[in-house]
């Protein structure tokens, strides 16, 4: 006989940091984009580790770290300036937040 277990399926409201209820969950969200989008630059140049470490002015081992999700040391600014180096404009905006939140957020977005 086979068990059956009853699960359920909750959908994420966008942010999985938020949605595991930890804190900064913004933040979170806005450094693994950042790391995603630099993963997925040296994937679609086909770089090696080597050749990405060499670009990115960092040794192969940070950047296996880096491609396998392991982020500890990679600050936002360290992030952002790694995907200026390879050879995208990031830019910082500031203005208003809307009326019907509590306070700011901080987002990436890809254009």
Known sequence: M???HESSITPSGGNVFADLDLPDADDRLAKAEL????????????????VAARALNIDQPKVSALLSGRLAGFSLERRARL??????????????????RPVGRLSVLSI
Do not use: M
């Not at 630099?38 to 090696?48: D, N, Q, S």
């Not at 995907?83 to 208003?96: A, H, Y």
């Open 2 to 4: 086979i068990a059956r």
């Open 35 to 50: 790391a995603r989008q630099i993963g997925a630059i040296i994937r679609e140049r086909r770089l090696t580790q080597t």
């Open 83 to 100: 995907l200026t180096l390879l050879g995208k404009d990031v830019e910082i905006v500031v203005r208003e937040k809307p009326s019907t």
